[in-house]
Every structure is written in C-alpha cells, then in structure tokens.
C-alpha cells in the first residue's frame, strides 16, 4: 500500500476547491496541473483515460472539468474551473474523455496521453484523498512521485552535461536530491527531469536553473 503523508491539519480537513468531492476534483486539478507542468507547453489534443471510481462519476463529481482546469494551470479553488473545458475548446486544445472498464493500480486513476504536433507524452495519475496525489506513470516508465515534498520538474533539451549543471546548481544551493528520475522522447528532444529535494533554497535554485542553457521550464511544487 502507498504510503500516506499529510502536512498539515488541513490535508486532513480537506483542500479548499470548487465542486463535490477532494479525491475526484481537487486531486484531479493537481494531477491536471502537474502534468501540465511536465508537458511545459499548450498540447494541441489531450486524451484523458479514466478508471474506475473516476470513470464511472467523473461528469457528477466534476472530474472532468478538473483534469482540464488543472492541466492549464488551475488550482482546486479557481473560479474558472467550471469553464475550464470551454476555455480549453477556446485556447485549440482538443480534449477527449475515454472511460476505461478494466481495473487500475488505484480507483481514481487516470492517464494523460498530450499531444504537441510530433511530440507526445503519456503521464499517470492517482488521486489518494484530501487533495493528496501521486504520479506513477511517465512515458512508459514506472515512477513514484506523491509530490508531497518539494518537487522540482523541468523540461529540456536532451544534450551532454545539462544533468550534471542541475545538479551542480543543487550542490551549491545546498538543496539535497531526495530522487531524480529522468526521461526523454528520443536522443537530443526534448527530456524531462523530476527532482524531489529536501531544505529547497526555492527562489535561488529555480532562477539559477531558468538562466540554464537548453532549459525549457523549471516549475516547482510543494
């Protein structure tokens, strides 16, 4: 069983949002979000496969339009939410919903599969209550993020030496690497790093890994 790690009295309580339910609209607006972030541009078509608990209520519990607001960079408890399939349709983004019957790791589980012109990218998610998520899947590979510690995501270009830049950005923040997990589309694209840190010096390390050569984005999360 995943392990469980709340903050704060207010994981507990449950996440300030827009709609019914923490797991199936507040978990999916951060799972839309980080995957956005991963991403790190507007996809031009989004396919969203749901499973189980999320594809049997995801249009009463505001699943749906979650995923979405979260995915352009909504949080839970943004007005917009409501809107968000609309301002998607509004922005070019091709969204579908796929209800799945076979079972999944977790019953709020869904995949995001965005397409960018030839680029594409899948990402799982898992929604595992009181707003709390965690990201198992990316480009095929099996990974486990609860992005419940300080998380840094960046998309770059695949060449020589960026790892070892990032890493000694790190070193001289003195911002400790709990994991790193990288992945890439195919040698010299695009790549992306996820970075679990402990003791962040947040604002220094990410303007120092934005000045970085051959970086696309740097977004962090905690």
């Not at 594809?55 to 939410?81: C, F, Q, S």
């Not at 397409?115 to 899948?122: F, L, N, P």
Request: proline share 4%; glycine share 10%.
């Amino acid at each position: 069983m995943s392990e469980l790690r709340y903050r704060s009295v207010f994981d507990i309580i449950g996440p300030i949002m827009i709609g019914p339910s923490s797991s199936h609209t507040a978990g999916a607006a951060r799972i839309g979000k980080v995957v956005g972030s991963i991403f790190g541009e507007k996809p031009d078509k989004v396919d969203i496969y749901l499973y189980e608990s999320f594809a049997k209520t995801y249009r009463g519990h505001g699943t749906d339009i979650a995923l979405v607001g979260g995915l352009l960079g909504m949080e839970p408890d943004d007005n917009r939410l409501q809107d968000s399939l609309k301002i998607a349709h509004q922005q070019g983004i091709e969204v579908f919903f796929i209800p799945k019957k076979e079972k999944a790791q977790h019953p709020n589980s869904v995949r995001f599969v965005l397409t960018k012109g030839d680029r594409k990218m899948s990402v799982t998610g898992i929604s595992i209550g009181g707003g709390n998520i965690q990201i198992s899947e990316l480009n095929g590979f099996k990974i486990s993020l609860t992005m419940g510690t300080p998380t840094i995501v960046i998309v770059q270009q695949d060449v020589p030496g960026i790892i070892a830049n990032v890493s000694q950005i790190l070193f001289e923040t003195n911002t400790n690497i709990g994991t790193m997990t990288v992945t890439r589309e195919s040698k010299g694209e695009k790549a992306i790093t996820i970075i679990e840190v402990d003791s962040p010096q947040v604002e220094q390390t990410l303007k120092r890994l934005r000045k970085l050569a051959n970086i696309y984005s740097v977004n962090y999360f905690d």
